[in-house]
Nanobody, 119 residues
Framework: QVQLVESGGGLVQDGGSLRLSCAASGRYASNYVIGWFRQAPGKEREFVTAIDLSGRNTHYADSVKGRFTISRDIVRNTVSLQMNSLKPEDTAVYYC????????????WGQGTQVTVGS
């Protein structure tokens, strides 16, 4: 079972940038697709972005395309999320999640990290 630990959240002004990291550890960690989700107060959790095992294929929600970039360090089993041009509506708890290759469902979740964008 893989374990996930997020870091890098915080408070930033409208238009600013933040970088989140997700460290994956445990047996077969490199065999998991890693995704980022977020949940704002009073709203359902939503998909943000994901990256495959090779780090070459990515997928983004329309709301973050062109502003967020996901990347993967295969050697260190770390996935980063660079968030630029942040908006107040990006404020949420961001979760790193993992699903085993070939699976449909994300089964492993990190503890979450708060991102707050001030207007």
């Amino acid at each position: 079972q893989v374990q996930l630990v997020e870091s890098g959240g915080g408070l930033v002004q409208d238009g600013g940038s933040l970088r989140l990291s997700c460290a994956a550890s445990g047996r077969y960690a490199s065999n998991y697709v890693i995704g980022w989700f977020r949940q704002a107060p009073g709203k359902e959790r939503e998909f943000v972005t994901a990256i495959d095992l090779s780090g070459r294929n990515t997928h983004y929600a329309d709301s973050v395309k062109g502003r967020f970039t996901i990347s993967r360090d295969i050697v260190r089993n770390t996935v980063s999320l660079q968030m630029n041009s942040l908006k107040p509506e990006d404020t949420a708890v961001y979760y790193c999640a993992a699903k085993f290759r070939g699976s449909e469902e994300y089964t492993v979740w990190g503890q979450g990290t708060q991102v707050t964008v001030g207007s």
